[in-house]
């Protein structure tokens, strides 16, 4: 066992973890923080996608020992300090841009990632930006409607 500690979602956290215990794992059943999915554990749906360093990653590819000292985001930290849903959260609800809701949290973060590099992206954009991210229902349109909506709310 070793010890790993970094700054989720803006606190700063310890914990004893095996070498091979993943982020997604660390997160979820350490932490408690239960909104980062894991969908496949072979990163191809993007459930699991969280920020470390300000970057997107998906969490079930890397080791929480490769996170120590970094500063982790999840889908929890994308809400406002009230509680209430960020700006993208909202987007995602005003435009119907989910249904069962399991991809909507690695939607949201890559979302977020994406906005963050490109705050007004063509619909072309956030489609290829979200190749990364499977949704089983919705079919997209909605999701880009909601980044479109995040964007201009942003931008306002």
Known sequence: MAK???VVNGDSVSGEVEGRTLLSDFLRYKLKLTGTHIGCDTSQCGACVVHVNSKAVKACTMFALEASDASV???EGMANSDGSLGVIQQAFQDHHGLQCGFCTPGMVM???ALL???P???EAEIRDY???NL???TGYHNIVKAIQGAA???AA
């Open 4 to 6: 790993v500690s970094m």
């Open 120 to 122: 007004n992206p063509s």
């Open 73 to 75: 985001t999840t889908i």
């Open 110 to 112: 890559s979302a977020a």
């Open 152 to 154: 201009a709310n942003l």
């Open 130 to 132: 979200l190749e990364g």
């Open 135 to 137: 949704c089983r229902c």
């Open 116 to 118: 963050e590099d490109n």
